[in-house]
């Protein structure tokens, strides 16, 4: 399966949520007047990509049909969606000398620790060696979970007690990936309200802590974000964003929601990349994410989609 059609696949909810509205306006005012504006306007409000965005597809929309009349609204809207998520992202920042430190950070429920496992096993997949740090010791079975996923993916797990300090265990389990010469060692975390200050300080003694040990880590702080949770998660992206300093964003549960349209008003807001999305449950779902396919797939139709 190509990369367009794992899209269009994953993103088939939000998918329909925006060619429905669309397709009914267009087909009932195919010269769109005034009022079917508006209501172009508020139907894609509805999608959660953000006032912004949504108005800025209309006056395009307002534009190119004062020129001929008839316009091609999925195109416009494709188009400059692809233009508000900007170049597709590099990837992982690495660091110079191995190993690249990644943080993961969410509240509770995002997928942070499948997304831990998935992204191992990518990054495995791309020849680089992983280990993994079990830092969620407040959560039951958390620990173990990261074990079993571990397993999965064959990676070593570096873990300590339920109950003990997590910024100990990530100094740890950096020490033993400095030891063992590992490409990449990817932290999980424990959830946390983004409201709960103490919370947060926490987040930025394990930040210290890592870096004692390796001054430039952690080389990227990944904030996991549960799609379903549509406007809320640009909330908690602002405010992981102002404590932490988030470098990159992964999208978990993008197949199982009709409100993707939330990775748009993210990174138009806050200008952090979109570094990977999930789109299932299986380990190989995350994928790195592509605005030019996001786009497309969004709006593709079904004729398009069969010959991609």
């Known amino acids: 399966m190509n990369l367009f059609q794992r899209f269009r696949d994953g993103l088939r909810k939000t998918h329909e949520q925006f060619t429905t ?12 007047d005034a009022e079917s504006l508006e209501e172009l306007e508020a139907a894609l409000i509805s999608t959660d990509i953000g006032v912004d965005t949504a108005v800025k597809i209309v006056e395009v929309t307002r534009e190119a049909a004062k020129q001929s009349g008839q316009v091609d609204v999925f195109a416009i809207a494709r188009a400059e969606i692809e233009r508000e998520l900007g170049a597709a992202s590099p990837g992982l920042v690495k660091a110079e000398q191995a190993p690249t430190v990644v943080l993961l950070a969410g509240v509770n429920g995002t997928g942070k620790t499948t997304s831990a496992a998935k992204l191992a096993h990518l990054l495995k997949e791309q020849g680089n060696t992983v280990l993994l740090a079990a830092c969620d010791t407040f959560r039951a079975a958390a620990i173990e979970q990261l074990k079993i996923w571990g397993e999965r993916v064959g990676c070593d797990v570096i873990a300590g007690q339920y109950g003990a300090d997590s910024a100990a265990i990530a100094y740890d389990a950096l020490e033993a990936a400095i030891h063992r010469h590992v490409d990449c060692l990817i932290i999980d975390t424990a959830g946390r309200l983004h409201t709960k200050k103490n919370l ?11 870096r004692k040990r390796l001054p430039t880590a952690p080389h990227e702080v990944m904030l996991v974000l549960d799609s379903t949770t549509g406007s809320n998660a640009l909330n908690q992206a602002r405010e992981f964003h102002q404590s932490l300093g988030v470098t990159g964003l992964i999208l978990t549960k993008l197949d199982g929601t009709a409100k993707g349209g939330i990775v748009i008003a993210i990174a138009r807001e806050l ?19 592509s605005p030019k396919e996001f786009a497309a797939a969004l709006f593709a139709e079904s004729s398009e989609a069969n010959q991609s």
């Open 271 to 289: 200008k952090i990349p979109v570094k990977f999305i999930g789109l299932g449950e299986q380990v190989d779902d995350l994928q790195p994410f």
């Open 21 to 32: 509205s669309i397709k009914r306006i267009v087909m009932r005012t195919p010269r769109l």
């Open 200 to 210: 947060m300080e926490e987040m930025k003694k394990m930040c210290r802590s890592l």
